[in-house]
């Protein structure tokens, strides 16, 4: 079955950097778009990156030029590099896929798009 596990989150102070990782199992990793999300104390869950099976990406304007995602199909894993962390960017990250049909070279940061969830991996930034 597909399964996703987020790991690698850990207390960083501001400014700092963090990297993220994805690992898939169950499915063919190459084949499927991937996003992170993350979602604050109060907050709704917020799409912020995400990486189409061709490898294009897309961010959201809050992490643009900050946060980099990329993936390494042999791998099965996909990564999001976190520079110049604030403080806003406090939250539970998680990864996410598609359930088929997929369009290659497209990935969107809508929630409702994903259908296949890992459990999160706890990002702090002290303030």
């Known amino acids: 079955q597909v399964q996703l596990v987020e790991s690698g989150g850990e207390l960083v102070q501001p400014g700092g950097s963090l990297r993220l990782s994805c690992a898939a199992s169950?499915?063919?990793?190459?084949?499927?778009?991937i996003a992170w999300f993350r979602q604050a104390p109060g907050k709704e869950r917020e799409g912020i990156a995400c990486?189409?099976?061709?490898?294009?990406?897309y961010y959201a304007d809050s992490v643009k030029d900050r946060f980099t995602i990329s993936r390494d199909n042999a791998k099965k894993s996909v990564y999001l590099q976190m520079n110049v962390v604030k403080p806003d960017d406090a939250a539970i990250y998680f990864c996410?896929?598609?359930?088929?049909?997929?369009?290659?070279?497209?990935?969107?940061?809508?929630?409702?798009?994903?259908?296949?969830w890992g459990q999160g991996t706890q990002v702090t930034v002290p303030s």
């Open positions: 169950g499915f063919t990793l190459g084949y499927y778009p």
């Open positions: 990486i189409s099976n061709t490898g294009g990406t």
């Open positions: 996410a896929t598609i359930r088929p049909p997929i369009r290659p070279g497209e990935c969107q940061l809508s929630p409702d798009s994903y259908a296949f």
